[in-house]
């Protein structure tokens, strides 16, 4: 069965930290791996992965894929009191096409 | 371009009714997605369908859950017989298609049971 476990569970932190989240998965036929923001309400899409060693960016947050190592985090500098939020990983493989299979997130809190 | 819909936002059922969830996928978006969250839990898939077509219902519970997606219309997840632990956050998402085509999710609609 597919797994997906992110770390830390939880994060506080000052603004204008740098942070780092972990995101391990066991995946057969790994096909892609997606970085969600989630508020109070649905999720909203930040990146997706699917070649090791391919930085993505947007802003201050970034993200990169190990497959070998089996893992990815996701970096968000210089926060801010809106990055506050969930932060979920989700893999998708190719034997379960369509089915994402998601960690239970990181939820990060950003102190003014 | 509307992005996915959901309603109702917020449903409250007694226990032992029967609770209608619906989505509408993003303009173009032919494959239809959802996932149950539980309080302080993350996404859980249940479902994957496209046009008339259930193609992965293995995150469904076996009783009392069911979905559609017809020709033409709404996704329709349906909860029979409601219990309280079916009280969550029900989210559908939408994309084009398979081949790395991201989701898009709904504004979830939130199930209470009472």
């Known amino acids: 069965e597919d797994k997906v476990v992110q770390s830390p569970l939880s994060l506080v932190v000052h603004e204008g930290d740098t942070v780092t989240l972990n995101c391990s998965y066991e995946?057969?036929?790994?096909?892609?791996l997606l970085w969600y923001k989630q508020e109070k309400k649905a999720p909203t899409f930040l990146f997706m992965l699917?070649?090791?060693?391919i930085e993505k960016k947007s802003g201050r947050l970034s993200s990169i894929l190990d497959k070998k190592e089996l893992f990815s985090i996701l970096n968000i500098t210089a926060t801010q009191t809106g990055d506050s939020a969930v932060y979920l990983c989700?893999?998708?493989?190719?034997?379960?096409?369509?089915?994402?299979?998601f960690g239970d997130g990181t939820t990060l809190t950003v102190k003014p | 371009n509307a992005g996915v819909m959901q309603n109702p936002r917020h449903l409250v059922r007694r226990r032992g009714q029967e609770a209608r969830l619906r989505c509408s996928p993003m303009?173009?978006?032919?494959?239809v997605y959802w996932y149950r969250q539980l309080p302080e839990e993350g996404l859980k898939f249940m479902v994957y369908?496209?046009?008339?077509?259930?193609?992965?219902e293995s995150g469904m519970p076996k009783e009392r859950f069911s979905a559609e997606f017809p020709k033409e219309g709404p996704s329709i997840l349906r909860i029979q017989q409601v219990v309280r632990g079916d009280s969550a956050a029900y989210f559908c998402?939408?994309?084009?298609?398979?081949?790395?085509?991201?989701?898009?999710f709904g504004p979830g609609t939130r199930l209470t049971v009472t």
């Open positions: 369908l496209q046009k008339e077509n259930i193609i992965d």
């Open positions: 303009k173009g978006h032919s494959h």
């Open positions: 998402a939408s994309s084009k298609g398979l081949g790395s085509y991201e989701q898009y």
């Open positions: 995946v057969t036929n790994f096909r892609s």
């Open positions: 989700a893999v998708e493989s190719d034997t379960n096409a369509g089915k994402s299979t």
């Open positions: 699917t070649s090791s060693g």
